[in-house]
């Protein structure tokens, strides 16, 4: 099975310079806790409902002003839709993520997977 039989195509995504409420915002309206941080079309990270959580709210940080590059994560793993859903799936297990950016040839967005929709397609097979 390849990635793009279980990735989502339609994901939110926030630039990096947005303040962490637009991200907060973004992410309540699109009903998810994570989004994939872009520099125009580029991915270059991803933040988390916990990372603002723990990196901006635990410290003080004004989430008006605080900018999302600030507190994101930077080490982003990402995989390519045609790759074997193998890969993806050794990725989550190895790392701990729940979520694995797509991207294209250009390192664009091009979808998320979710470590769920990993566990439940291995549970089908």
Known sequence: MKIKDLMVVDVE???QGATLDEAAYIMGS???????VVKGETVV????????IARAVAEGRDCVETKVRDVMTSAVFTCRAEDDLIE????????????IVI???????AGMLDRAD???AAQEV
């Open 13 to 15: 995504a926030v630039e």
């Open 30 to 36: 699109a009903g998810v806790r994570s989004l994939p």
């Open 45 to 52: 990270g991803i933040i988390t409902d916990r990372d603002i």
């Open 88 to 99: 993806a799936e050794l990725l989550l297990s190895q790392h701990g993520f729940r979520h």
């Open 103 to 109: 991207v294209d040839g250009e390192g664009q967005l």
């Open 118 to 120: 990993v566990a439940n």
